[in-house]
Antibody, heavy 120, light 110 residues
Framework: QITLKESGPTLVKPTQTLTLTCTFSGFSLSTSGVGVGWIRQPPGKALEWLALIYWNDDKRYSPSLKSRLTITKDTSKNQVVLTMTNMDPVDTATYYC????????????WGQGTLVTVSS | QSALTQPASVSGSPGQSITISCTGT?????????VSWYQQHPGKAPKLMIY???KRPSGVSNRFSGSKSGNTASLTISGLQAEDEADYYC??????????FGTGTKVTVL
């Protein structure tokens, strides 16, 4: 079955760079049509789509955060990494990674999420 | 891109039907048949309930249905049950080849 799990720091200081890793199993990111995305949710607020990387290394970013985000994949390790620069307290949120299946314009499997707090 | 607009809350009694709207623009909801809906219980990850406007993933109850007219998509929950009480988010593919989520709707079962 498909599973995803996020890992990374729980606390970062303002201006630092956040690096999150999504480790997955049950699918291959070399399969045509497959993608892995990142979504975040500040406490008590709505979901916000961040980035998506496809099997062919095509990358898509939220227009409002594009300058701060980088998404990469390591197919051999079954991992996707998201980096976000210049962190601010407003970036405090639960960060989720999720699987996008072939032929489906949605994410159908989600990780459990990881809470990242930005504070000095 | 701006978040899609959803009502903050919708409520209904057990057994009733409720509908949640999701309003975007011709650059997202109105331009593509790629609207999806997610259910999120407190402290849990979201769960995909509807994709491609009206398709249900395997295992999702047929009490959940989706539709779209112009720039507005809708999620209808029929035969409302206590377990349906949760937050619901819509999402759409956009003309920027990205995705955008809605503002979220809290469903309360009275």
């Amino acid at each position: 079955q498909i599973t995803l799990k996020e890992s990374g720091p729980t606390l970062v200081k303002p201006t630092q760079t956040l690096t999150l890793t999504c480790t997955f199993s049950g699918f291959s990111l070399s399969t045509s049509g497959v993608g892995v995305g990142w979504i975040r949710q500040p406490p008590g607020k709505a979901l916000e789509w961040l980035a998506l990387i496809y099997w062919n290394d095509d990358k898509r970013y939220s227009p409002s955060l594009k300058s701060r985000l980088t998404i990469t994949k390591d197919t051999s390790k079954n991992q996707v990494v998201l980096t976000m620069t210049n962190m601010d307290p407003v970036d405090t949120a639960t960060y989720y990674c999720a699987h996008r299946g072939p032929g489906i314009a949605a994410v159908d499997y989600w990780g459990q999420g990881t809470l990242v707090t930005v504070s000095s | 891109q701006s978040a899609l607009t959803q009502p903050a809350s919708v409520s209904g009694s057990p057994g009733q039907s409720i509908t949640i709207s999701c309003t975007g623009t011709s650059s997202d909801v109105g331009g593509y048949n790629y609207v999806s809906w997610y259910q999120q219980h407190p402290g849990k990850a979201p769960k995909l309930m509807i994709y491609d406007v009206s398709k249900r993933p395997s295992g999702v109850s047929n009490r959940f249905s989706g539709s779209k007219s112009g720039n507005t998509a809708s999620l209808t929950i029929s035969g409302l049950q206590a377990e349906d009480e949760a937050d619901y988010y819509c999402s759409s593919y956009t003309s920027s080849s990205t995705y955008v989520f809605g503002t979220g709707t809290k469903v309360t079962v009275l």
